[in-house]
């Protein structure tokens, strides 16, 4: 190869990513091209936003997991399998049980379902990507067990081959093919590569990566193996060797070698000074006072944004404590009639996804047809990016934790665009749990899980840290709604009196500004950022430990700042608010709205954070204090902002069974009925298929959006009339062809 591989490798915390990210930043400014980053998926977020503090272009760090890679290297080529689904993986999995089972001799009924679905699964794809079963199979102990799995490995393969199906191990396997025979396309313009976490690979997937070394000459690689991470099959060594044979350089880091950015240093070397730091957004010091306090200019200010033409998505409000401020930001904001939604940790029942969980349970208690429901729901409802992506996995698989456990074994199997929810929550998670006492307490039903997972031999696995992290998750909103012991089933019992209501809240709106407390925002970056509270005793905090801040976070922090002396009073923890406030000052692209009230009630000056004015020595920066210039009327509602806020086609206030049911059917349909009152006809189930019905409504949405756009944006009531105007001409043409046409 003829790029540079650089390999580092260290524990959590030695910072890898960092070092990576500032290397990679230095050779984009020396004119390098494009990126690509392979970043395991859980870090997707987090490589993303710190791309963006650092000035890179969204549109040059193209941000892939391995499996998006995957669909993008497949999807534009012919192959001769088709890659399974979820429902078909199980299914496979079934077969393979049912075939063998006379034969076998070492596994128990339960032994094979655990051994197969878990261990020996992983096995016989590593065994078909290597085409190395003695050299596997010699590891096996006892015989007998090797026996079972040989005989496993055969079926698997032949029943593969049969059936003309690509599992996602081969799925690898055949995308690093294409890429050695210069097959995918689009990695021509790729530079740089970034693959973070190679510890967590199957051989499969690392033969994918080892494909774009060996095939892009001119590219940069960097890959981060965490070294204190094993995994079963991951072979670091095997890996590491491959990699040097290849050139690259390989370094170990150890805990301490996090290289913090030059704001880092300065906030936590000898005094809080920041008189270098270089922002890349415009900076603005709202200073508010007496009528026109902080809150209100904020308002302001959002609300001139959004008048000038901003949408209200790309705006977001932060403050150190969300709880000490909410209602003052919820008041000004609703004045002006500003659209927001509420982020904050850990929220339990103002999380959208989390509403619709509990939609989708009450669903499956009225037998409506969940599983297209499911599908349906997070395709249609939520933006499938790769971020809302995960994010929509973490959290169903979070609520499925304690959402009645059987009873989501449906739903389960109704994932099949979210594979990895339907197979390892089937599979592991649910059997154990169903050995676990429901009066069990969060702690004990963690370790219940772990010893039925240590009995069928599956030992430390991600399942298990993720039940560990959303059982403390729920503990904790428990807490905070002031609950008491929590348990399973004291749970599902209030879930339950949740679900027998005739109504339910609609999900929560995500087109409006975003309200966050600064954790909940420290990863999240958004073109235009209000830092709400900057005022002396926020930063550093007047009490003695800041109980926003997680143990992680802490650790965090100080294993960064663990060499440094900061001249403040220990109990202050100043690290710490060192890092949170260089996390609030550095969400913004664009415009960054740094705001303190100047002035009290009674008129009294008042302090801003020392962090405040030692960042603003060294920034360039526009001062907004007194009160501002009102084009539009204060505390109304301006008829020009209303119009640019405006939802052209609101939905329901509430959802009843019959609307979820039509939505179930069909969104378009539901579209159609509840949202737009348009009922033009009706047409009967044997007379035309769903597929013509799902034609002719998508035909109606593109000669509206065609119309739309030749007349010009109109208000609600225009859009509304010239939709219904289309759908009548679509829909009447239908009946006299007796057939689905297309605009012309």
């Known amino acids: 190869m003829g790029g540079r591989l650089k390999v580092l490798v260290g524990p959590a915390g030695s910072g890898k990513t960092e070092r990576i990210l500032e290397e990679f930043v230095r050779e984009m400014e020396g004119g390098g091209g494009p990126l690509l980053l392979l970043p395991s998926s859980h870090r997707v977020r987090e490589v993303k936003a710190r791309f963006l503090s650092r000035g890179i272009p969204p549109g040059l760090a193209t941000i892939h997991t ?26 496979l999995v079934e077969e393979v049980v049912r075939q063998v089972r006379p034969q076998l001799g070492y596994f128990s ?17 590593e065994a078909v990507v290597l085409d190395r079963d003695e050299v596997l199979l010699e590891k096996v102990e006892p015989p007998e067990k090797a026996k079972d799995l040989a005989l496993l490995l055969d079926t698997y393969r032949k029943l593969l081959k049969e059936k003309g199906l690509l599992d996602e191990t081969l799925a690898f396997m055949e995308a690093a093919r294409l890429v050695r025979e210069g097959k995918a396309l689009f990695l021509d313009r790729v530079t740089h590569l970034l693959v973070d976490g190679f510890y967590d690979f199957t051989v499969a997937q690392w033969a994918l990566v080892e494909a774009l070394i060996t095939s892009l000459p001119r590219t ?13 099959f991951s072979l670091p ?26 704001l880092e240093r300065r906030l936590g070397g000898g005094k809080v000074s920041l008189p270098e730091v270089d922002l890349s957004s415009r900076v603005f010091l709202i200073k508010g006072g007496g009528p026109w306090g902080e809150v209100r200019w904020v308002a302001y200010k959002v609300a001139s944004l959004i008048r000038e033409g901003v949408c209200p998505r790309d705006i977001g409000v932060v403050v150190r404590d969300l709880s000490l401020r909410r209602g003052e930001l919820e008041e000004a904001l609703e004045a002006w009639g500003i659209p927001f939604h509420i982020t904050q940790h850990p929220a339990l029942a103002e999380h959208p996804l989390v509403n619709l969980a ?14 297209r429901l499911v599908s349906l729901a997070l395709s249609s409802l939520v933006p499938l990016d790769v971020e809302t992506r995960e994010e929509v996995l973490r959290l169903v698989e979070r609520v499925q934790y304690v959402l009645g456990l059987k009873t989501w074994r449906a739903l389960l199997k109704g994932l099949d665009e979210f594979p990895r929810a339907s197979s390892w929550m089937t599979v592991t998670l649910l059997p154990a749990l169903e050995a676990v006492p429901l009066r069990s307490s969060g702690g004990e039903m963690v370790k219940g899980v772990e010893e039925s997972l240590r009995i069928l031999g599956v030992g430390e ?3 298990l840290s993720f039940f560990r992290e959303a059982m403390l998750w729920m503990v904790r909103g428990r807490e905070m709604a002031g609950g008491g012991e929590f348990n399973l089933e004291d749970f599902l019992l209030s879930l339950g009196g949740v679900l027998r209501e005739s109504h339910y809240s609609p999900l929560v709106s995500r087109n409006g500004v975003t309200v966050m407390g600064l954790l909940d925002g ?29 143990d992680g976070d802490r650790e965090r922090i100080n294993r960064a700042y663990r060499s440094t002396i900061l001249p403040l009073p220990s109990e202050q923890r100043g690290e710490e608010d060192g890092l949170l406030f260089y996390m609030g000052v550095t969400r913004a692209r664009e415009t960054l709205y740094l705001s303190y009230n100047a002035r009290d009630e009674e008129g009294k000056p008042l302090s801003p954070s020392p962090y405040l004015t030692q960042l603003l020595d060294g920034v360039g920066h526009t001062v907004l204090e007194g009160a501002p210039p009102l084009p539009f009327t204060v505390g109304g509602r301006d008829p020009v902002m209303d119009e640019k806020i405006e939802p052209p086609f609101p939905l329901p206030q509430v959802w009843t069974p019959t609307q979820i049911e039509t939505y179930a059917h069909c969104p378009y349909a539901f579209f159609f009925r509840h949202v737009l009152d348009i009922e033009p006809f009706q047409v009967p189930v044997e007379e035309a298929l769903s597929t013509s019905i799902g034609e002719l409504y998508h035909q109606v949405l593109e000669s509206y959006e065609k119309a739309r756009m030749e007349r010009g944006d109109g208000g609600l009531r225009e859009n509304l009339a010239l939709l219904e105007e289309v759908a009548r001409e679509v829909f009447d043409r239908f009946l006299q062809e007796g057939r689905v046409g297309h605009p012309g």
């Open 66 to 91: 391995l499996e998006s890679l995957l669909d993008m290297v497949l999807s534009g080529t012919s192959y001769a399998y088709r890659r399974l689904n979820a429902v078909e993986t199980q299914a």
């Open 109 to 125: 009924e339960m032994g094979l379902r655990w051994g197969f679905n878990r261990v020996v699964a992983r096995f016989l794809r």
């Open 220 to 232: 940069t690689f960097a890959l981060l193996y965490h070294s204190s991470r094993p995994r079963l």
């Open 237 to 262: 060594g095997r890996l590491l060797e491959r990699l040097e044979a290849h050139g690259a350089d390989v370094e170990e880091l150890d805990e301490g070698d996090w290289p913090l950015s030059p």
């Open 358 to 371: 509990v939609m989708l349970l009450k669903a499956r208690l009225e037998d409506l047809p969940v599983n």
């Open 461 to 463: 696995d991600p399942v």
């Open 522 to 550: 420290r990863q999240s970056v958004f073109p235009h950022l209000f830092f709400v509270g900057l005022h002396h005793g926020s930063f550093p905090a007047q009490v003695q430990s800041d109980p926003l801040l997680r």
